[in-house]
């Protein structure tokens, strides 16, 4: 009986942190995509589905991102004291300007880092913000792509 409520709160507990992932994923993808201009080649890729190769190199940057979001959303917090962090977004210059130096550097640090992991994982800036605007307008895409990260988060270094 105990074996099996280990098992049971155990499965719960990776339920739980993978749908808190999820969630932080998509938003830090919100706010990537809301942060790049689309170019009329990310408007002609809209109408192309998102192949399982997209979906996992997708996953895979939001994945390799999310902890340093968190830490570079920590450290522009500290700085800021006991303001509240301005939204930050990485293509309009003037998002930036209500940052303090240090803050600002942390924020376009985060940026250019963000950006190189997408193409690390084989993805152009303009197609991955088409894939986060597909999966946030389509429940089932939603659902692969959560699936997409339980499934790497379990097995970190499976193709």
Do not use: W
């Not at 990537?32 to 002609?44: G, I, N, P, R, W």
């Not at 690390?120 to 894939?131: A, E, H, K, M, V």
């Not at 692969?144 to 193709?159: A, G, I």
């Amino acid at each position: 009986m105990k074996r099996y409520y280990h098992r049971f709160f155990r499965l719960s507990l990776i339920r739980i942190l993978a749908q808190s992932l999820f969630v932080g994923t998509v938003a830090t993808a919100s706010l990537v995509s809301s942060t790049l201009v689309l170019s009329s080649k990310a408007d002609a890729q809209a109408a192309q589905a998102v192949n399982p190769g997209e979906l996992r190199n997708y996953a895979r940057a939001m994945l390799k991102m999310e902890p340093e979001r968190q830490q570079a959303f920590d450290d522009i917090k500290k700085i800021m004291g006991t303001g509240e962090v301005p939204k930050i977004v990485c293509n309009d210059n003037n998002s930036f300007s209500s940052l303090p130096g240090k803050a600002r550097e942390i924020a376009v640090n985060y940026c250019q880092r963000y950006q190189k992991a997408v193409e690390d994982n084989g993805l152009s800036i303009d197609r991955y913000n088409t894939i986060t605007t597909q999966v946030q307008g389509n429940d089932d895409l939603k659902r692969k792509m959560y699936n997409e990260l339980l499934r790497q988060q379990k097995m970190p270094k499976s193709p």
